[in-house]
């Protein structure tokens, strides 16, 4: 493997570690601000279930085949 592109520092024991002055791999800087969207819960999902009146909860029975 080629690492001289790389902005990192290999020690004498074989670790990787980012080279001075460099504030992160790939232009990152430090933890995301956030982890993503917040699950819904039962309300919010009632909520929007009424609001878009195109959903519709719809219960099928099984249907047996006779012979």
């Known amino acids: 493997m080629c690492f001289k ?37 039962d309300a919010q999902i009632k909520t929007l279930l009424a609001k878009n009146g195109y959903i519709k909860d719809v219960d099928f029975d099984p249907v047996t085949r006779v012979a």
């Open 5 to 41: 592109n790389l902005p990192i520092e290999i020690d004498e024991s074989g670790r990787m570690t980012l080279r001075g002055g460099v504030s992160g791999g790939f232009g990152l800087g430090g933890q995301p601000l956030t982890s993503g969207p917040k699950p819904l819960n």
